[in-house]
């Protein structure tokens, strides 16, 4: 977002790391506190089981791989000369961040509900199901979070410098 003025963070005498933070939290908090929220309100008029309930609540772990993917697109396509906010990212860039992540909305809600639900089917314990999610998807939603981030890393220092 700081377009032309993206000189004053780069020299700024902080690193990566602390410049991806606060970027990473700014979407990922409000999100996630909306949807604990809106979980809430949903288990309070539903009556949901405090099984299910936390379950939700673990699942906030979805939320924050979407951040390191977008986060990580958004560095790959940043656009420091635009003047027009909707340019702020290339277009192929935010195509593909976009894309990818759907399916990793996909992929992890699979890894997440898939057990749970099907286990019984296959007649092992629900819970058991709950745990092998939970650990599946949890790790795919980690991983989902650093590595993009540890992907583009470099890319960070190099932010505009193809513009001048």
């Known amino acids: 977002m700081e377009g ?3 000189w004053i963070v780069k020299t700024a005498p902080v690193s990566v790391e602390s410049s991806w933070w606060p970027s990473f939290l700014l979407a990922y908090l409000p999100t996630l506190l ?7 309100g949903v288990a309070l008029l539903q ?11 673990l699942n906030s772990l979805i939320l924050a791989g979407l951040g390191g993917i ?6 790959r396509g940043a656009n420091l000369a635009w ?12 195509l593909v961040g976009m ?4 399916a990793y909305q996909l992929v992890t809600l699979l890894l997440f509900f898939g057990p749970p639900l099907g286990f019984p089917l296959l007649g092992i314990a629900e819970g058991v199901g709950r745990l092998v999610g939970l650990l ?5 939603a980690l991983l989902c979070t ?4 540890v992907w583009v890393r470099q890319r960070v220092y190099r932010i505009g410098e193809e513009q001048i």
């Open 83 to 94: 003047t027009d906010p909707r340019h702020m990212e290339s277009g192929v860039a935010g």
């Open 136 to 140: 599946v998807g949890g790790t795919v």
């Open 70 to 75: 977008n986060l990580a697109f958004g560095v």
């Open 47 to 57: 009556n949901v089981p405090s099984t299910s309930f936390s379950m939700g609540y």
């Open 4 to 6: 032309r003025s993206y």
């Open 99 to 102: 894309v990818t992540s759907i």
């Open 34 to 40: 909306l949807s604990w929220l809106f979980l809430l």
């Open 146 to 149: 650093i590595l993009p981030l």
